[in-house]
């Protein structure tokens, strides 16, 4: 059980990190937009007209905002699996240990 309990710890992690990357990307696509008219100056500049990279911007914040989302679900789901493993753990343990304690019996009165 704990290679299951590290591997959903560092699955966590790396959906969280991820999560963190798209939701940036996404963000720097909403906010950063420079159409100069020299192309070194021009950041997320796809076509001539502005409303249209304004368009093709926001549909780009959306996707990269849908897997930013998508990745925290997955990170939350995990770690509800890790606190079931855990708690399973636990479970099992307290039992063998109320077990152990019955089969020793009652001490004399």
Same mark, same amino acid.
């Not at 890790?82 to 152990?100: H, M, P």
């Given at each position: 059980?704990?290679?299951?309990?590290?591997?959903?710890?560092?699955?966590?992690?790396?959906?969280?990190?991820?999560?963190?990357?798209?939701?940036?990307?996404?963000?720097?696509?909403?906010?950063? +937009?420079?159409?100069?008219? +020299?192309?070194?100056?021009?950041?997320?500049?796809?076509?001539?007209?502005?409303? +249209?990279?304004?368009i093709i911007n926001g549909t780009y914040f959306v996707g +990269?905002?849908?897997?930013?989302?998508?990745?925290?679900?997955?990170?939350?789901?995990?770690?509800?699996?890790?606190?079931?493993?855990?708690?399973?753990?636990?479970?099992?343990?307290?039992?063998?240990?109320?077990?152990?304690?019955?089969?020793?019996?009652?001490?004399?009165?």
């Amino acid at each position: 059980m704990n290679n299951i309990k590290n591997l959903c710890t560092w699955v966590i992690v790396f959906f969280i990190i991820l999560g963190v990357i798209f939701g940036c990307i996404g963000f720097n696509k909403k906010n950063v +937009y420079v159409n100069s008219e +020299y192309d070194v100056i021009n950041k997320n500049v796809y076509v001539g007209g502005d409303a +249209y990279n304004f368009i093709i911007n926001g549909t780009y914040f959306v996707g +990269y905002s849908v897997l930013c989302g998508a990745s925290f679900v997955i990170s939350a789901l995990f770690g509800v699996l890790r606190c079931y493993i855990v708690y399973d753990e636990s479970k099992e343990s307290i039992i063998a240990a109320v077990k152990q304690n019955d089969n020793e019996g009652l001490p004399p009165l």
